[in-house]
């Protein structure tokens, strides 16, 4: 009964180190997406993924890079992190948009110092 | 660029109050409206509205959608403490897979 998994959940990380967030969903859902959520500035879409193989650019992709090749799986990677990336991240997942509901992660809370 | 705006920013209201919460949208190609409830974790989903002047209801949560002035509103009444949370509501286009969130509504129930 796991639905979507992230991790790591918490991580401290120093200017310029690079990490990825793993985000697993075991729904065989189609679509999946890699938000942060800020204070004030509600959940923005990071990049996104339609199927196995594909992502594209959400609202603020500039300093990440995302991976879909496994269905289960979406990858989020920070090569160069800044602390304006200090954030909490959310994966989610749906079948399909127009069902409605998104399924989310935890979130995983990341500070660079 | 799509856009959704949630008013108010915050509010503070005692046990037994009723509520609304204000979402309003310029979407292009518009197919629904999504609110969640988000505490301390993950959002949690409560209704998705694709159609004008329909309500939907679950328990003391009501929502209802109005396509012609482009705004939705989630009515909570005889509020408890458990309904203490950030409510966001998010709208989804045809043709595009992806939802487009408001900043998110903090709600404080004082008992």
């Known amino acids: 009964n796991a639905g979507v998994t992230q991790t790591p959940k918490f991580r401290v990380l120093k200017t310029g180190q690079s990490m990825t967030l793993l985000c697993a969903q075991d729904m065989n859902h189609e679509y999946m997406y890699w938000y942060r959520q800020d204070p004030g500035m509600g959940l923005r879409l990071i990049h996104y993924s339609v199927g196995e193989g594909t992502t594209a650019k959400g609202e603020v992709p500039d300093g990440y890079n995302v991976s879909r090749l496994k269905k289960q799986n979406f990858l989020l990677g920070l090569e160069s992190a800044a602390p304006s990336q200090t954030s909490v991240y959310f994966c989610?997942?749906?079948?399909?948009?127009?069902?409605?509901?998104?399924?989310f992660g935890e979130g995983s809370r990341l500070t660079v110092l | 660029e799509d856009k959704v705006v949630q008013s108010p920013l915050s509010l503070v209201v005692h046990e037994g109050d009723t509520v609304t919460l204000n979402c309003s949208y310029e979407v292009t190609n518009f197919r629904s409206l999504l609110w969640y409830k988000q505490e301390k974790k993950a959002p949690t989903f409560l209704f998705m509205l694709?159609?004008?002047?329909i309500e939907k209801k679950s328990g003391r949560l009501s929502s209802i959608l109005d396509k012609k002035e482009l705004f939705s509103i989630l009515n909570i009444t005889a509020t408890q403490t458990g309904d203490s949370a950030v409510y966001l509501c998010?709208?989804?286009?045809?043709?595009?897979?992806?939802?487009?969130f408001g900043t998110g509504t903090r709600l404080t129930i004082i008992p």
């Open positions: 998010a709208g989804t286009n045809f043709g595009n897979e992806k939802l487009t």
């Open positions: 989610a997942s749906n079948q399909r948009v127009n069902t409605g509901e998104l399924f």
């Open positions: 694709t159609s004008s002047g």
